[in-house]
């Protein structure tokens, strides 16, 4: 019962012409979700807030990751209440959220991101060169870049189109690096029909998250950065740390990367405090005492 129900939501998802990332990641977030209620031979529309609060301590202690959890129980919540109304109650509004602390965005530095795209080599050289250009000019999420058709690519007024957060388009703007990295690229890029992706895998389809990942990972080790450490997302986190300690702008930055909330964007605020206190702290009185 629980499974069907699931199967349910996600199909009605894809009538709403949802985005495969979207369902996929509300999949894999529903069902182990519905796997342990199953197990548990509990009716998912009788539960209440304490059965799932249970539930969220079985997977996980990360406050960031029962928050996704539980805003994805709450879209589905709000399927069975109001869409197919199989239930009457939502439980998931009586579960109090867990505080997120603030976390600090990792970002490599000016030098560093100059060695990275240098480190560029190979068969693909002019793909990964774009795809690692695009990342840092352009502070786009890894869902973002994959989502770029080649024909949202506006050479004419250098912009691209991208699918963000909440299936929402984004307009975004292309730097001149951009516009010579993409040029250069599609110079080599395979011509395939029917196949509207930018950025092509090898098997000339539109490049997965792993492989993307796999590929930024890849030029991190041969740029001799800390592979660990850094990721793609810290190559959006790089290009917005950039752009602020350059401008400080923090409501252009804000559409920049698309954040619907302003306090999210106040993170990179936080890197400008930390080098105003390194500048002061270079003043060589600055640890004189008596």
């Known amino acids: 019962?629980?499974?069907?129900?699931?199967?349910?939501?996600?199909?009605?998802?894809?009538?709403?012409k949802k985005s495969e990332n979207t369902i996929k990641s509300y999949r894999y977030d529903l069902t182990p979700f519905a796997e342990y209620f199953e197990s548990q031979k509990i009716n998912i529309t009788t539960i209440k807030a304490k059965d799932i609060e249970s539930y969220l301590s079985t997977i996980t202690s990360k406050a960031s990751s029962m928050n996704r959890y539980m805003s994805s129980l709450q879209s589905f919540y709000k399927y069975l209440m109001n869409i197919i109304q199989?239930?009457?109650?939502?439980?998931?509004?009586?579960?109090?959220?867990?505080n997120i602390p603030d976390r600090k965005p990792v970002f490599l530095k000016e030098a560093?991101?100059?060695?990275?795209?240098?480190s560029v080599i190979g068969e693909h050289k002019e793909r990964d060169y774009a795809i690692l250009t695009i990342f840092l000019n352009c502070c786009l999420r890894l869902s973002e870049l994959i989502s770029i058709d080649i024909n949202k690519v506006d050479f004419e007024n250098q912009t691209i189109t991208v699918i963000g957060k909440g299936d929402k388009e984004r307009e975004v703007d292309l730097t001149p690096?951009?516009?010579t990295a993409i040029n250069n690229y599609l110079k080599v890029r395979q011509k395939v029909k029917g196949e509207e992706a930018l950025f092509l895998s090898e098997r000339n389809r539109r490049m997965s998250t792993s492989t993307v990942q796999q590929l930024v990972k890849k030029y991190i080790g041969i740029a001799n950065l800390d592979e660990e450490k850094y990721h793609t997302h810290s190559l959006r986190h790089t290009g917005a740390s950039l752009i602020y300690k350059k401008t400080k702008d923090i409501r252009t930055l804000?559409?920049?990367?698309g954040h619907s909330d302003i306090k999210t964007t106040q993170i990179y605020t936080h890197i400008d405090k930390e080098h105003r206190k390194s500048v002061a702290n270079s003043n060589p009185l600055s640890n004189i005492s008596i």
């Open 177 to 179: 690096s951009c516009i």
């Open 86 to 98: 199989v239930i009457d109650y939502n439980p998931i509004p009586r579960l109090e959220r867990p």
């Open 112 to 118: 560093e991101a100059l060695k990275l795209l240098n």
């Open 254 to 257: 804000q559409e920049i990367l």
């Open 1 to 16: 019962m629980s499974t069907q129900l699931m199967e349910s939501f996600l199909s009605y998802l894809k009538d709403k």
